[in-house]
């Protein structure tokens, strides 16, 4: 996977094209889940499917892409409004839009902002409600340790939560790779991209409004965003179907690629 850069005004957003400039290629736009960058995509970009164009940008801060000045009051929408600008300055058709976790809710924002651009959505482990006040409360806890230990504290909290039991047990490999991914990460970008998650609006009233089709993914594993999550977010769009990923945990796409695929590459064959 090779970066690219986009630079609109002061900003530069770094993202992964499988086939640049391919106009004639049907697009599936891909947004990464957190505290990861655009290179959780890569089992995917591997596997593209003929007559597709995979395009996944990394979100302010995140990989390649810069941070906006501190201070300026950080939204869910200003990554969606990237995703936006990523998809008219590469005048992408009507790309389908897709994301895993911290990547569902900029889908999320992306319709609250053109409800028209997607022709279709894929939403991977994650969820459409707004953080309760003790998932805020437990921001807070991280925020703090951001500030005490940097990204390898996130690290070192984070990936029991994020990886399920099976790869936890049986797949050392891709717990050290997330592990490097996010030490790779800077403390401002996770720090802000904590902030927009925990101001983030409710989604089910755009949800509601969906009527393009829909593929909901869950790991069988995820504890962060569980399965019963996923049913929710399913039964919340009319022409959503759900596929669960066995053996996988809150990163399907990575945890069990072979799989994740499959369900990607069935939905997309019907669009
Ligand atoms: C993610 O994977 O993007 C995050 O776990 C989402 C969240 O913390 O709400």
């Known amino acids: ?43 995917q970009f591997k596997s593209v499917p003929a007559g597709w164009r995979f395009v996944a940008p990394d979100m302010r801060g995140f990989g390649g892409s810069t941070l906006e000045p501190e201070g300026e009051s950080p939204s869910i929408d200003d990554y969606a409004g990237d995703v936006i600008d990523l998809v008219r300055e590469l005048a992408l058709a009507t790309p389908v839009v897709g994301g895993c976790s911290m990547g569902g809710y900029v889908t999320m924002g992306v319709l609250r902002i053109a409800p028209r651009l997607p022709r279709a959505l894929v939403l991977a482990d994650t969820r459409a409600g707004a953080d309760t006040s003790e998932g805020r409360a437990a921001r807070r806890t991280t925020l703090a340790l951001l500030e005490r230990e940097g990204p390898s504290g996130i690290a070192r909290d984070m990936l029991p939560k994020l990886l399920g039991r099976t790869t936890q047990e049986e797949s050392p490999d891709i717990e050290s790779n997330l592990r490097r991914v996010i030490k790779q990460q800077s403390a401002p970008a996770i720090r802000s991209a904590i902030e927009r998650m925990m101001h983030r609006p409710d989604s089910h009233a755009v949800l509601k409004n969906v009527s393009v089709p829909t593929l909901v993914v869950v790991g069988q594993e995820d504890t962060l965003t569980p399965a019963a999550d996923a049913e929710k977010l399913a039964a919340a769009i009319p022409a959503a179907e759900l596929v669960v990923v066995p053996r996988a945990g809150h990163f399907a796409n990575l945890e069990q690629p072979a799989l994740f695929n499959a369900a990607l590459t069935s939905f997309l064959s019907r669009l």
């Open 1 to 43: 996977m090779q970066r690219q850069y986009l630079h609109v005004g002061d900003r530069t957003i770094a993202y992964y094209d499988s086939a640049p400039g391919d106009t004639a290629a049907k697009v599936l736009l891909l947004v990464h889940g957190f505290p990861l960058a655009a290179s959780m995509w890569e089992p």
